[in-house]
């Protein structure tokens, strides 16, 4: 397991400054927990991710979801915001994940994991009893001279962490075919 410090202190002054723009999004678990190991846990991500284009106007471009953490380049439709879509998706994700933990027979470190999240909820006045995902967002705005790097970044990164030798070959990111999430032009 790899453990990484959380996102800067004071990470609450990332926000989606320009409501039109084109934005790299990463968030991660608690203490960079590896809780997406399992594909029934990952596939919650998915399958909240497939909502929300439909049903909230999520635009992505491009995503991966990695063991700790996930990357989106997306920005939204006209009337929804995107730091909503995402407090919605973060809130949702984080609860069926805990479900599914709690309730995984198989989960070798589920009592380790569920006391990991349960004492990062306890540390944090907004939630009730657990938190699965870190408070931030990490949105940068992404210029179109950056736009090739970013999705560079995004679907290499599976290659580059080891997962797999080639990023078309990781099922759970844009970089697969046939995808699994529906993609916007760019």
């Given at each position: 397991?790899?453990?990484?410090?959380?996102?800067?202190?004071?990470?609450?002054?990332?926000?989606?400054?320009?409501?039109?723009?084109?934005?790299?999004?990463?968030?991660?678990?608690?203490?960079?927990?590896?809780?997406?190991?399992?594909?029934?846990?990952?596939?919650?991500?998915?399958?909240?991710?497939?909502?929300?284009?439909?049903?909230?106007?999520?635009?992505?471009?491009?995503?991966?979801?990695?063991?700790?953490?996930?990357?989106?380049?997306?920005?939204?439709?006209?009337?929804?915001?995107?730091?909503?879509?995402?407090?919605?998706?973060?809130?949702?994700?984080?609860?069926?994940?805990?479900?599914?933990?709690?309730?995984?027979?198989?989960?070798?470190?589920?009592?380790?994991?569920?006391?990991?999240?349960?004492?990062?909820?306890?540390?944090?006045?907004?939630?009730?009893?657990?938190?699965l995902w870190q408070q931030n967002n990490q949105p940068m705005l992404v210029s179109t001279g950056e736009v090739e790097r970013v999705v560079d970044y995004i679907r290499m990164e599976p290659a580059v962490e080891g997962?797999?030798?080639?990023?078309?070959?990781?099922?759970?990111?844009?970089?697969?075919?046939?995808?699994?999430?529906?993609?916007?032009?760019?």
């Amino acid at each position: 397991m790899i453990v990484r410090e959380e996102y800067p202190p004071g990470s609450r002054k990332y926000k989606f400054h320009d409501p039109d723009g084109l934005f790299f999004i990463s968030f991660a678990t608690v203490g960079w927990i590896d809780v997406l190991t399992r594909p029934s846990y990952t596939d919650i991500v998915v399958e909240s991710s497939r909502h929300f284009q439909v049903k909230k106007g999520l635009l992505l471009f491009e995503w991966t979801i990695m063991t700790n953490h996930v990357h989106l380049l997306a920005s939204d439709t006209e009337g929804c915001s995107l730091s909503d879509i995402l407090r919605d998706q973060k809130k949702f994700t984080s609860g069926k994940i805990h479900t599914a933990i709690r309730e995984d027979l198989g989960e070798c470190p589920k009592e380790w994991m569920l006391a990991m999240l349960r004492e990062a909820g306890e540390a944090n006045k907004h939630n009730a009893s657990f938190q699965l995902w870190q408070q931030n967002n990490q949105p940068m705005l992404v210029s179109t001279g950056e736009v090739e790097r970013v999705v560079d970044y995004i679907r290499m990164e599976p290659a580059v962490e080891g997962i797999v030798d080639e990023p078309d070959a990781y099922c759970y990111s844009s970089a697969h075919e046939p995808g699994i999430l529906k993609l916007e032009e760019l």
